[in-house]
């Protein structure tokens, strides 16, 4: 170890690749750990995910330095730094986006529909069989939609994704596909949007 202080980044990387010596890629972290902390600082804005941060880049860095040519380190790692912390920030606004678009509709659910006085045994009697025989009944595109939403817990830009039809579309097949399950339950003298509710926490 005392010998790779010596040695330069790119000749520490060379050896590594050749001999896959673990001290080489502490060694090389070690020269750079407070430049990382403060690059993903930078981006997270919060000291702890920084610190998560850098010491998810040192574990990536014992597979990424064999398949990367790295001419420069310290302008790799920035590129690297930025990169997953750009990553770990899109996956945190995605998975608000989520949340909130999955508490607010189950806002509307909840409006008029509940009967919170059933007891279990009867509200276990209203559960799955109904539910998914008025799903089979929507158009492919609500079907689709109404499942991927309510049952997967996708959000609206994830199911646009998914299935090639713009946000927009989505937005509108989960609002008619609602309103045709409660039209198709109604029909049997059962609230549709308390029976959509119960078969989601099933």
């Given at each position: ?134 799903v ?9 939609c109404?499942?991927?939403?309510y ?49 989601l926490?099933?």
């Open positions: 170890m005392n010998n790779y202080k010596q040695i330069s980044d790119n000749e520490l990387i060379i050896l590594y690749k050749e001999n896959f010596d673990k001290e080489i890629v502490g060694e090389l972290f070690n020269r750079y750990t407070q430049f990382v902390f403060l690059v993903s600082l930078k981006y997270l804005k919060n000291e702890d995910d920084a610190k998560d941060a850098a010491m998810q880049i040192f574990e990536k860095l014992f597979k990424d330095l064999l398949n990367h040519n790295v001419e420069n380190l310290k302008s790799w790692l920035y590129m690297v730094t930025r990169n997953h912390c750009l990553m770990n920030l899109r996956k945190q606004q995605s998975d608000l986006k989520k949340n909130q678009e999955y508490k607010k509709d189950n806002e509307n659910f909840m409006e008029n529909d509940f009967n919170l006085h059933l007891k279990e045994n009867e509200v276990k009697e209203f559960q799955a069989n109904t539910v998914q025989n008025a089979n009944q929507l158009n492919k595109e609500q079907k689709k109404v499942g991927l939403f049952f997967e817990g996708k959000s609206y830009s994830e199911i646009a994704q998914l299935t090639s039809y713009s946000e927009k579309k989505v937005k509108s097949y989960i609002q008619n596909g609602k309103r045709n399950l409660k039209n198709i339950l109604t029909k049997e003298g059962i609230s549709a949007l308390f029976l959509i509710f119960i078969q926490l099933s």
